[in-house]
């Protein structure tokens, strides 16, 4: 078939795929001035898996400082509805916050005076938010800032020049300076861009289904680990089941039937239940893979696209938003001539190194989930691990992703990490002067050569002055666009030092 010319439409970056990650991405490349095109391959956006209870998802303190830096965490009711994290899922006189295959930790055992720079008043640790609400939230802002949502579009193929990138759908032809695959764990754009995906095969295949069960009292509330495999029942008849079966059901491609869900869950329930009706199924693995680069070129892949694990503990939503905030910023300044040498490069730098963090979290997990004795043996182990507080803080600090960080040279602890939010004189915090998506540069001492160099960047950077009311000692601070801290000094600023940082993330 003869492809459409469409010439005139031609654009700064197109993404493929409307999931949350590439929703994102557009919103933070719309806020700094860029065209933005997303094919979606999906008509409708709306689907039961990413409703409740199916469609919920832990959101981790990276992707809650993120949506609140660009006020987008007051969009969402379902955290506001729920008002306790976890509310739903979690019940019992010692709160629970989160687990690690299923082994639960509790706030109370969680020594959060062992985070030196999270500063109360910041935003929440963990949450749970809705993925269709989520979605809903993004794509409506994402239009508000000018982007172009197509859906029923899938991308099917792309070419590269030189100086840009040719996209199709089936026979429509799209121009882009910048492609970026969010196309999700079957990504096209990784398929078709010749990029590695390495890692480990799958142990289980995973179902996500909704059934009538004729004799429910067969089976328990919650989470159950059985000497088969796992259920969890977050409400009666909402069903998640891990068969350690090395993922064989999944790439079988069978229809999910009836028959085949009641024969799996009598045998990991060890019970007779009988199911009904089915209503919806959907299978997944704890298949982890991640591509060996992020960039090929004009082209980019972020979230599921670049890496896949299995969705115990809910980190992989985050890695993805994560990948967003990261990317955008920086292929913006790329768009509009502002980025400093190796500026696009250090996204792959920066990113890759936390999804081989993630993707070993989950292996981690599975290895415990296994159902044989000596597993079992091992899970008790880990279990007197978290109720103590040091264990409980370990975890927490994983799961709730405050440990994420850069590896970025400096002199202090703080930089490479996010910076806190700092209440200001006026009441104030820091993180939301970031709405606009630009950086900050935070001086505490009213400094003469740092409102120079803070001029010289001004397209790029705002100049914060004034006091604070908690300090930590610091009296100025470099912010980049995404949050994370490119500098801070702890007394009187080194014109040197903060010009070198600088030159490192901005360009004149
Ligand atoms: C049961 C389950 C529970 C989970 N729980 C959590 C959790 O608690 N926390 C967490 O962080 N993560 C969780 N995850 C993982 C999380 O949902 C995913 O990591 C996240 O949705 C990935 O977002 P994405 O935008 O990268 O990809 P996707 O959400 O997969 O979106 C990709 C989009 O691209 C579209 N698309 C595909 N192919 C094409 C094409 N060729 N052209 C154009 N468009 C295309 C798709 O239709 C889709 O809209 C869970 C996953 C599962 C399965």
Redesign the pocket.
């Known amino acids: 078939m003869k492809a459409t010319q469409n010439h005139h439409f031609s654009y700064d970056v197109i993404i493929?795929?409307?999931?949350?990650?590439?929703l994102f991405l557009a919103c933070e490349l719309a806020l700094a001035n860029c065209s933005v095109l997303i094919?979606?391959?999906?008509e409708n956006p709306h689907s039961p898996l990413k409703q409740l209870p199916?469609g919920?998802?832990?959101l981790t303190t990276p992707t809650i400082e993120a949506l609140y830096r660009r006020g987008l965490l007051e969009e969402l009711e379902v955290p506001k509805r729920l008002k306790k994290p976890h509310a739903n899922v979690m019940q019992g006189p010692r709160h629970q916050a989160g687990h690690f295959a299923g082994i639960p930790f509790h706030e109370v055992d969680v020594d959060t005076s062992r985070w030196e720079y999270r500063l109360p008043g910041s935003t929440a640790t963990h949450l749970i938010a809705e993925?269709e609400e989520l979605e809903t939230v993004l794509a409506r802002r994402a239009k508000s800032l000018g982007v172009t949502i197509k859906r029923g579009?899938?991308?099917?193929d792309f070419y590269q020049r030189e100086d840009r990138v040719t996209v199709q759908s089936g026979d429509q032809s799209f121009q882009g300076k910048w492609l970026v695959g969010?196309?999700?764990?079957?990504?096209?754009v990784r398929k078709q861009g010749g990029f590695e995906f390495a890692g480990t095969e799958p142990e289980f295949t995973?179902y996500?289904i909704k059934v009538d069960i004729a004799d429910p009292d067969k089976l328990r509330p919650g989470r159950n680990l059985t000497e088969a495999g796992m259920y969890f029942q977050s409400q009666p008849g909402y069903l998640?089941m891990q068969d350690f079966d090395g993922g064989a059901f999944h790439h079988s491609q069978e229809p999910v039937t009836l028959e085949h869900v009641q024969e799996v869950l009598r045998r990991i329930s060890n019970t007779d239940v009988s199911i009904s009706a089915l209503q919806m199924a959907t299978t997944?693995t704890d298949r982890a893979r991640q591509t060996t680069t992020y960039r090929n070129g004009r082209v980019f892949l972020?979230?599921?696209?670049a890496h896949i694990h299995a969705?115990l503990g809910?980190?992989?939503?985050?890695?993805?938003l994560g990948d967003a905030m990261n990317l955008g910023w920086k292929l913006a300044a790329t768009i509009r001539g502002k980025a400093p040498e190796g500026l696009l490069d250090s996204y792959e730098a920066e990113r890759h190194p936390i999804g081989v963090q993630v993707l070993d979290w989950s292996r981690a997990q599975v290895a415990l989930m296994r159902p044989d004795p000596s597993t079992r043996a091992l899970r008790a182990v880990i279990r007197d691990l978290l109720d103590t507080r040091d264990g409980a803080t370990y975890v927490a600090g994983r799961v709730w992703g405050i440990q994420t960080h850069y590896e970025i040279a400096g002199n202090h602890p703080l930089v490479g990490h996010s910076v806190p939010n700092i209440e200001l004189e006026d009441g104030s915090r820091i993180g939301e002067q970031m709405r606009d998506g630009r950086g900050i540069l935070l001086d505490f001492g009213s400094n003469l050569s740092l409102n120079l160099l803070a001029s010289e960047y001004s397209d790029q950077v705002t100049y914060v002055t004034g006091r604070a009311n908690d300090l930590f000692g610091i009296s100025a601070v470099l912010i980049r666009p995404d949050g994370i801290i490119a500098w801070v000094s702890a007394s009187e600023p080194d014109e040197q030092s903060i010009r070198q940082a600088a030159a490192l993330w901005l360009a004149r």
């Open positions: 493929s795929g409307a999931g949350p990650v590439g094919l979606e391959k999906a199916f919920i998802r832990g993925l579009l899938a991308v099917t969010c196309d999700g764990g079957r990504s096209v995973g996500s998640l997944w972020a979230g599921d696209a969705p809910g980190q992989g939503l985050n890695l993805g």
